[in-house]
């Protein structure tokens, strides 16, 4: 009886030595690293000729502009297709459309 006990004490312990010395063993694989989730800027706004309020999308982590809005007497949700904002900063002193900026003020 004894010995029976004795036995199986061992046994569990050998068990769990194996199972300690399996977890702190490190196993070399490969693991993707995830990216981070964007970081999101809403702006509400009023766009003139519109009835209804447009909340401004702004991605700061990917640099683009969307914007959205409720269409109420339509009842579905309007989308702008986003803008590339690196691209259009990155473009210099010249404005959409070939013109150059008005040094002198407004016209």
């Known amino acids: 009886m004894k010995s029976t006990v004795i036995w199986s004490l061992v046994g569990l312990n050998l068990l769990l030595a194996a199972i300690v010395v399996a977890r702190s063993v490190p196993i070399n694989s490969a693991q993707a690293q995830a990216r981070r989730p964007s970081e999101y800027l809403m702006i509400p706004g009023r766009v003139n000729g519109l009835p209804y309020t447009v909340v401004y999308v702004v991605d700061t982590t990917n640099g683009s ?29 010249s404005l959409p459309g070939g013109g150059t900026p008005n040094k002198g003020g407004y016209k």
């Open 65 to 93: 502009l969307g914007a959205m809005a409720y269409d109420d007497s339509r009842k579905r949700m309007e989308t702008m297709a986003s803008i590339d904002l690196n691209r259009i900063y990155s473009g210099g002193s």
